[in-house]
C-alpha cells in the first residue's frame, strides 16, 4: 500500500482511505447495535489493516452516530488500535426534528461545531480527532465563528487538523482567510461517471452542455495550496464495476464493460480500474472506499498497483462522458 505524509501535516496516511458509512446498521432510527455490527466493523478495521489501510472515515450522520459509536467500541475492546490508525469525522449537516420541529438545515455555528465534535470523540472513545471536516457547505456561515471553533478544538486537544467537503474554490478561500492554518483537506464526490473535475479543464471555452458549475479552479487552488483531494463515492456506486446496468445508459454500459476489458489486461479487479483512473491524476486524488465488505476492499487494495496509461486514462474518460474529447 503506497503512504505519503499530507501536505500541512505530520499525518502518514494510506493513499486509499477506509469510508465507515456502511457501519452500525443503516439510517433507520430503530436500529439497535447488535453483535453483528461489531463483528462487521471488526472485519472491516482487520481487512483494512491488512491492507496497509491506516485512514478511516466518518461524519456524525452515519447511521444517525452508530456507525462512529460501533467504531468506537472496537476502539474500547483494543485501545491500542487507536496509535496504528487515522481518524478524520465531519460535522454541519442537521436532520430535520434536531431539536423538534427544526428543519434539515446546515450547521456551521461555533456551537454545533464544538458540540457535534465533542460527541463524536465519546461515540469513537477516543481523545482527540487527526481531521475535522466541514460536511456541506452552510449559506449562513461566518468565516470568524468557524476560525473561533477551530481555534477552541485545536486549543483543547481535541482536534489536531481541519478541512472541508463538498466545497467550491470561492468558499476554501473565503474560510481560509479566517484561518492561522491552512485547510488540509477537501473531499468531493469524484469518479468516473461524476468526472466535473476533469471535465472542467476539457470544455473550458468550449460550447459544452458538460461544462460544470463550480469545478472551476478547485483542483488548481488546491494542489497549489497543499490541500488533499478525497474522493467520496469513488467506485460510482458499483455500477462500472458490476453493479446492475439495467437502467444504465449506453455509455455508462460502454464504460462498464471497458472496465471489465481493462481488468483482464491488467490481471485486477474491476474495482481496481474504476480507482486506477483516480488514481492517475496528478492532484493525488485519495479514494474514500465505501464498502464495508472486507472481500470488496481487497479488491480495491489492488489499485495501488495499477499504472494506467495515458490513452487509457482517456479511453476510460472519453467512454464514460458519452462524446468524443473537445
Not at 177 to 200: C, I, K, R, T, Y
Not at 271 to 283: D, F, G, K, S, T
Not at 313 to 320: H, S, V
Amino acid at each position: 500500500m503506497e503512504h505519503l505524509i499530507l501536505a500541512h501535516t505530520d499525518l502518514r496516511v494510506s493513499r486509499l482511505i477506509a469510508g465507515c458509512m456502511g457501519l452500525g446498521g443503516g439510517w433507520g432510527h430503530a436500529t439497535v447495535l447488535a453483535a453483528s455490527h461489531e463483528k462487521q466493523a471488526r472485519e472491516l478495521i482487520d481487512a483494512a489493516l491488512a491492507a496497509g489501510i491506516n485512514f478511516f472515515d466518518h461524519a456524525n450522520i452515519y447511521a444517525r452516530g452508530r456507525a462512529e459509536e460501533v467504531f468506537g467500541r472496537i476502539i474500547k475492546e483494543k485501545p491500542s488500535l487507536r496509535g496504528q490508525i487515522v481518524l478524520q469525522s465531519k460535522v454541519g449537516i442537521r436532520w430535520a426534528g434536531d431539536p423538534a420541529g427544526t428543519p434539515q438545515r446546515f450547521d456551521f455555528s461555533y456551537e454545533h461545531i464544538v458540540e457535534a465534535t465533542e460527541a463524536i470523540l465519546r461515540r469513537l472513545n477516543t481523545s482527540h480527532l487527526d481531521i475535522l471536516l466541514l460536511h456541506r457547505p452552510d449559506p449562513l456561515m461566518e468565516g470568524e465563528e468557524v476560525a473561533r471553533a477551530f481555534a477552541r478544538l485545536k486549543q483543547d486537544g481535541k482536534v489536531r487538523y481541519f478541512g472541508v467537503s463538498n466545497q467550491n474554490r470561492a468558499t476554501m478561500e473565503y474560510l481560509q482567510g479566517f484561518l492561522p492554518d491552512p485547510l488540509v483537506a477537501n473531499q468531493l464526490e469524484m469518479n468516473l461517471l461524476h468526472s466535473g473535475f476533469a471535465e472542467a479543464t476539457i470544455s473550458f471555452n468550449q460550447a459544452s452542455p458538460l461544462y460544470p458549475d463550480g469545478w472551476e479552479g478547485v483542483i488548481e487552488y488546491s494542489r497549489r495550496q497543499g490541500v488533499s483531494l478525497q474522493a467520496w463515492s469513488p467506485l460510482a456506486r458499483g455500477l462500472l464495476s458490476g453493479g446492475d446496468l439495467t437502467a444504465a445508459s449506453p455509455a455508462e454500459q460502454k464504460t462498464a464493460a471497458l472496465v471489465h476489458e481493462l481488468a483482464g489486461a491488467h490481471r485486477v479487479s474491476r474495482e481496481a480500474i474504476v480507482l486506477a483512473w483516480l488514481l492517475r491524476h496528478p492532484a493525488g486524488i485519495q479514494p474514500v472506499l465505501g464498502t464495508s465488505r472486507a472481500d470488496r476492499l481487497r479488491a480495491c487494495a489492488e489499485s495501488v498497483g495499477v499504472k494506467l496509461s495515458r490513452e487509457e486514462w482517456y479511453r476510460l474518460f472519453e467512454t464514460a462522458r458519452g462524446k468524443s474529447m473537445p
